[in-house]
């Protein structure tokens, strides 16, 4: 066994530190997945250090730019499944085996469950700590456990309203400020024939963030016990709402980002979207003939005059526990998520609303876009992501606890219950996946 390897339940114990500011947290005495710990390996004269970076995004561009710029160092980029499609499964039967990638592409709301099995190396010990202030702060502590740095932040998703600029301009419609306001539009949209949105019951990230913004706080601890209060007043009045949009027949309920979706879009069946920033590129690419009539507003407020936003998505670099080269690693992945040059590669990649602070100002995502009829609509996500409250946290079981809310509202919406009625079912199974994984927790009173 190797030696100074901290034990899982130190690790569990940062976890809790981070997400609640609080004491220790106690968990079980286990050994963890991660089955060797990153260490700098010797460096053979003359030859490059090599890098494996394990990602779904398409970011060859930036990372050839590095490769070229950066002759000591060669990353080699290696696609994998996005996300829970495969990809961290994938990563962690590396890290069980003993031969992680360097590198990998991390959502946060995924980081504590990589803590939970010390899938992350500390990167404070190289010196992460002085690169705070490159970052979005709210970002940035999505990667710290009890004071430590495990990851790079790399990009996130602020919310917003797309919106049709030409049919609600037709219709009259002012664009709403409020939520119900929005409910008001909604009623005249479908005079039209139309719907104002397709409320997506398979969409967990998009209910949650939609919560986040009304100030819920699902996840916190007390000493050493993980609170779980999803079934809470802010959390039910989204899902009230949403409950009589549906059954005034207001909305359409429909799986997001899928074909019968885009041709909605396409077609002016459905004029808006609550969505993230990286949805532009999504209705850009799928919807080409309504170039020039959308544009971006705020979220929709629930009291006049409030600027709370929220988050759908997001992403960081991290260094998986056993790299062998964490001083350079950590060097890449800093670069990647700060150079202009690399963050002017990725923005036409998807990778999202970059982590660098500073990042948007004379960026590329500065500009008029024909598509948004020449608006700088991310301006509008700039705002907004400056409004992103960050005390949200996640779970170490955060993939259970969507799995959960996806099927809790996927029956809702068939007709078998209520979205309201939804979260006390999720909240029950919420604290008991906590629970197998040897975690004190319960439900909040």
Known sequence: MEHNRPARRSL????????????ALAGCATSASAARRSAEAPHRKGRPVRLVFWTWVPLQKAVDL??????????????????????????????????????????????PAFMLVQGLT???RYGADRLRDSYVPWQWQQGVFGGRVYTIPQASGPMGLFYRRDLFARWGIDVPTTWDAYEAAARTVRRRGAYICAVPPGQAGWFAALAWQSGARWIRTEDDTWIVDIDNPASRRVAAYWDRMVRDDLVTVESDMQSGWYKHIQDGRIVSWIGPQWGDALLRGNAPNTRGTWAVALLPQWRAGQRASANWGGSSTAVLQGSRHPVEALRFAHWLNTDPRSIELLVPAGYGWPAARGAFEGSALDRPDPFFGGQRYNAVFAESDRHVDNSWKWPPTTDAL????????????????????????VQRRAVDDLLAKGLRARSAA
């Open 12 to 23: 569990l114990g940062l976890g809790a530190a981070a997400l609640a500011g609080g004491p």
């Open 66 to 111: 590095w490769n070229r710029t950066h002759p000591d160092v060669h990353v080699d980029v290696q696609l994998v499944p996005p996300n829970t499609s495969g990809g961290y499964q994938k990563m962690h039967s590396a890290l069980r085996a003993g031969n992680p990638p360097d590198l990998a592409q991390v959502e946060y709301q995924e980081l």
């Open 122 to 124: 500390d990167l404070s």
């Open 402 to 425: 969507f799995s959960h809310l996806n099927d809790a509202l996927e029956k809702a919406a068939a007709g078998h219950g209520t979205f309201v009625g939804a979260l006390a079912d």
